[in-house]
């Protein structure tokens, strides 16, 4: 709530005419922009994101903001905006932490994948994507690689470490989910608005991502009228 003495409601310009009554348009907007964040800022679509060592919490904003707070005490230990690039502005995927604690990565609807650091939330890197990210990121079993779905249809792998581009695959419809990757890192399994589930072959057979994954892909239409379901091979 604004209060005499804000200095959100200071201005130095003067004020107008409007229906009879005088304004500041300055007055206004800044008014209107604190409540805004106010009223908004909180706003949560995503599922939290708990560290492996269970002491941190993170969760994205409808805003584009991400926020770290303390498990055992609810308080936030930072909060980070992110100036949007494409598109609109808002984190509705759960973002994944990496096995040591020190990064968290997340993708937003701006068409960006960000690495950040959990101990002061900065942004080590960032990757665009060709489409806004509503899928949660997984970490490749060996941990060189972090995978993504857009809802371009795209699924990309980016080399962990400082998010250079792999490989990346197109499925016939937005991936929105979240890829799954066998324990043995060789494959990954996604589903997709055409009413495939997809498995990939990812290239990647050693504990190093430098393998050039295939664009080979089993999929599997399910059918919504029957219990039947179909395979095909390409």
């Known amino acids: ?33 604190h409540l805004f964040q106010r009223l908004f800022i909180l706003q949560i679509e995503s599922s939290p994101a708990q560290s492996n060592d269970g002491k941190a919490l993170y969760l994205g904003t409808f805003v584009g903001g991400l926020r770290k707070y303390e498990a055992a005490t609810g308080e936030m230990a930072w ?36 690495s950040i650091d959990t101990a002061a939330g900065y942004s080590t890197w960032r990757t665009k994507c060709l489409n806004a990210i509503n899928s949660a990121p997984v970490i490749h079993p060996f941990g060189g690689m ?20 792999l490989w990346n695959f197109k499925a016939a419809g937005p991936v929105d989910t979240t890829p799954v ?15 495939n589930v997809y498995n990939i072959y990812t290239g990647i057979e050693s504990t190093t991502a430098t393998s050039t994954p295939t664009s080979t892909v089993t999929t599997t239409t399910v059918t919504s009228t029957t219990s039947t379901v179909t395979s095909s091979t390409t």
């Open 181 to 195: 990757c066998t324990t043995n890192g060789q494959h990954c399994y996604f589903g997709a608005s055409d009413n």
């Open 1 to 33: 709530r604004a209060r005499v003495g804000d200095p959100m409601l200071q201005c130095s310009c003067k004020p107008v005419a409007i229906h009879g009554q005088n304004r500041c348009f300055k007055r206004l907007l800044t008014i209107r922009l």
């Open 146 to 165: 972090i995978i993504v779905g857009t809802s371009h249809g795209y699924v990309r792998g980016f080399e962990i470490g400082e998010g250079v581009e």
């Open 79 to 114: 909060a980070k905006a992110f100036i949007p690039r494409e598109g609109s502005y808002k984190i509705t995927s759960t973002a994944v932490v990496s096995a040591d604690d020190s990064r968290v990565y997340y993708g937003g609807t701006d068409f960006y994948l960000y």
